[in-house]
């Protein structure tokens, strides 16, 4: 109880969101889910993206966090 586990915990919380901003940007820049399909197909967006999330959650769970 060197109160290492609360910084550890903070430092894969970090590393685990900047993963997650970063993939899905990079997916939904790849995949054309922009701005403009917001505007003109709000529903489509939201499945796309919704999507994406879903698929960069488990990639990240797999990769940071049940490491």
Do not use: G
């Not at 290492?4 to 997916?27: G, N, T």
């Amino acid at each position: 109880t060197s109160c290492k586990l609360s910084s550890h915990l903070a430092d894969i919380d970090q590393r685990a969101e900047k993963m997650f901003e970063d993939i899905v940007k990079s997916l939904a820049e790849n995949e054309n889910v922009t701005e403009n399909l917001k505007v003109a197909a709000p529903m489509e967006w939201v499945q796309k993206m919704n999507n994406i999330r879903e698929r960069v959650i488990e990639t990240v769970y797999s990769d940071v966090v049940y490491v």
